[in-house]
């Protein structure tokens, strides 16, 4: 499908890198996604003001707790900041599903937690979410399922409390020496031979 096929499917991302269109206030880059133009759109937006695009985007900015900086250019912005505001911004487009990249790239300990509550309650609206990211405290405490990937093969799925002892996703991702210190202090997590 062709990208607007797809995010008129219902489907929406999230870039790693965190772009902006940063001659636009925050909630005008969600704007930008929240409207479908077409022509009959277009007179009714002539005629009446674009209000469901309006709320849209105060929803979004609701959501995430950010609607103080609406009028805000992402220049002023922290990365933090930045990253919720292109989870905003698809959230604004309707979407069904977010993919989400990398959200917590290059974010503190604290942003990332924040980061966490927010994509949790996206969830608990109903947007599902595809989160790709390396931060394994994030993705343990927000995920229902995982699947973990060494060198693109899949070496695990499941609940974060199973891949949180999965012997072949700590030697993975934390070496064979972890994995064995971990063996040997719970044999029935003893890595196969």
């Given at each position: 499908?062709?990208?607007?096929?797809?995010?008129?499917?219902?489907?929406?991302?999230?870039w790693?890198?965190?772009?902006?269109?940063?001659?636009?206030?925050?909630?005008?880059?969600?704007?930008?996604?929240?409207?479908?133009?077409?022509l009959?759109?277009?007179?009714?937006?002539?005629a009446?003001?674009?209000?469901?695009?309006d709320?849209?985007?105060?929803?979004?900015?609701?959501?995430?707790?950010?609607?103080?900086?609406?009028?805000?250019?992402?220049?002023?912005?922290?990365?933090?900041?930045?990253?919720?505001?292109?989870?905003a911004?698809?959230?604004?487009?309707?979407?069904?599903?977010?993919?989400?990249?990398?959200p917590?790239?290059?974010?503190?300990?604290?942003?990332?937690?924040?980061?966490?509550?927010?994509?949790?309650?996206?969830?608990?609206?109903?947007?599902a979410?595809?989160?790709v990211?390396?931060?394994?405290?994030?993705?343990?405490?927000?995920?229902?399922?995982?699947?973990?990937?060494?060198?693109?093969?899949?070496i695990?799925?499941?609940?974060?409390?199973?891949?949180?002892?999965?012997?072949?996703?700590?030697?993975?991702?934390?070496?064979?020496?972890?994995?064995?210190?971990?063996?040997?202090?719970?044999?029935?997590?003893?890595?196969?031979?």
């Open positions: 499908m062709a990208a607007h096929e797809r995010a008129r499917a219902g489907l929406a991302r999230t790693q890198s965190a772009d902006l269109f940063d001659e636009l206030t925050v909630a005008e880059n969600l704007a930008v996604t929240s409207g479908r133009p077409s009959s759109r277009t007179i009714r937006e002539i009446r003001g674009r209000t469901d695009v709320a849209r985007v105060g929803a979004a900015l609701a959501l995430l707790e950010i609607e103080d900086l609406a009028k805000a250019l992402p220049d002023s912005l922290t990365l933090g900041q930045r990253k919720l505001v292109g989870v911004r698809a959230l604004a487009s309707g979407a069904k599903a977010l993919c989400l990249d990398e917590a790239a290059g974010l503190d300990t604290a942003e990332s937690a924040r980061l966490g509550e927010h994509l949790r309650q996206v969830v608990e609206t109903g947007t979410v595809l989160l990211d390396h931060d394994m405290g994030l993705v343990l405490s927000i995920c229902d399922h995982v699947v973990v990937l060494d060198f693109g093969r899949v695990a799925r499941g609940r974060p409390e199973e891949i949180r002892s999965n012997s072949g996703v700590i030697e993975a991702y934390l070496g064979r020496a972890a994995a064995q210190v971990i063996a040997e202090a719970d044999p029935s997590r003893r890595p196969p031979a």
